[in-house]
């Protein structure tokens, strides 16, 4: 199997970035995001989808976290539709419920090249330490965008906010972790019309 792997380097002048993400990895991740929360997260996320990413970045975090946070998503998505390439023989669709305590979760993806994210949940708390929790969905929206992939999220429920994003984090790496897996049965891309998009 060829590696599957992307980067993405990002320079504004709110943020620069550097990103390098791996599908077929072991869950190891060294991440200097300037956003201890999404740190976090991220680190959950590459962990429970045994993906291999890296980040380095930069930005104005003495304002908010939120260009930060924005464009880290927008590289990740990027390094994801870079990974997967042509998507032949990939699963395509993933599908995880993770809990966390008293939280649960679940995430559904669908590498079809057609960008959509919808979220029904509710997170109680409007920060999570430092960090706004608004911020999960701007991720969210801007990871589906760049991956170019449909991402529906559903807090089935929680009443500790950090916990609920966490059951989050871990079903979305494992969800896509299940998605793009190759399946020897799949014959050029999972679509009858024989393309994606």
């Excluded at 975090?61 to 590289?75: L, S, Y």
């Excluded at 599908?95 to 669908?110: F, G, K, R």
Aim: aromatic share 8%; charged share 25%.
């Amino acid at each position: 199997m060829a590696d599957r792997k992307g980067f993405v380097e990002r320079n504004t002048f709110e943020t620069q970035i550097k990103l390098n993400f791996s599908i077929d990895g072991d869950g190891t991740s060294q991440l200097k995001t300037g956003v201890p929360f999404l740190t976090h997260m991220l680190t959950l996320f590459a962990r429970h989808g045994l993906f291999n990413l890296e980040v380095d970045a930069r930005g104005d975090v003495d304002v908010d976290d939120h260009h930060t946070t924005e464009d880290i998503a927008i590289c990740l998505g990027q390094a994801i539709h870079q990974a997967l390439g042509d998507k032949k023989g990939i699963n395509r669709y993933g599908y995880a419920i993770v809990p966390m305590d008293e939280a649960l979760s679940e995430v559904v993806v669908d590498l079809s090249d057609r960008p959509a994210f919808v979220f029904h949940g509710t997170l109680p708390a409007q920060k999570v330490g430092a960090f706004d929790t608004e911020l999960v969905a701007e991720f969210l929206d801007k990871l589906a965008i760049e991956a170019r992939m449909n991402l529906h999220v559903s807090v089935r429920y929680g009443e500790n906010t950090h916990h609920i994003i966490e059951s989050v984090f871990k079903a979305l790496g494992r969800a896509l972790d299940t998605a793009s897996l190759k399946n020897p049965r799949i014959q050029g891309v999972l679509s009858t019309k024989g393309t994606l998009g």
